[in-house]
């Protein structure tokens, strides 16, 4: 499985920003994955941001940033998104699409079995 993570960038504190994450690997495979995505900051370790169910019925997310992170998936194209609301600095990190095979309606996605690289938040005040 490959992950391929494009969309960040920088954005003023209050905006919103999209980042997504497309998918490819062998027939089938995509269809039983749980896809996800991880955060780090300079200094600090990778923590988890939000996970999409398989189907996209079922979605999960780090508490502290229910309300403003949106995840979604588009299955036709084996694409996953992350739109991010009234962004703050301290959600400057370098965000990482993951994924993991799971039963459909799964979304723990934790350890992730396949990591994509890192795709540059930066949030200014």
């Known amino acids: 499985v490959q992950l391929q993570a494009s969309g960040g960038g920088l954005v003023q504190a209050g905006g919103s920003l999209s980042v997504s994450c497309a998918a490819s690997g062998r027939t089938g495979i995509v269809s039983r994955l749980v896809m996800g995505w991880f955060r780090q900051a300079p200094g600090n370790e990778r923590e988890f941001v939000a996970a999409i169910s398989r189907s996209g019925g079922s979605t999960d997310y780090a508490d502290s940033l229910k309300g403003r992170f949106t995840i979604s998936r588009d299955n036709a194209k084996n694409v996953v998104y992350l739109r991010m609301d009234n962004l703050q600095p301290e959600d400057t990190a370098v965000y990482y699409c993951?994924?993991?095979?799971?039963?459909?309606?799964?979304?723990?996605?934790?350890?992730?079995?396949?990591w994509g690289q890192g795709t540059q938040v930066t949030v200014s005040s």
């Open positions: 993951a994924a993991k095979t799971a039963i459909l309606s799964d979304t723990n996605i934790r350890p992730p079995q396949y």
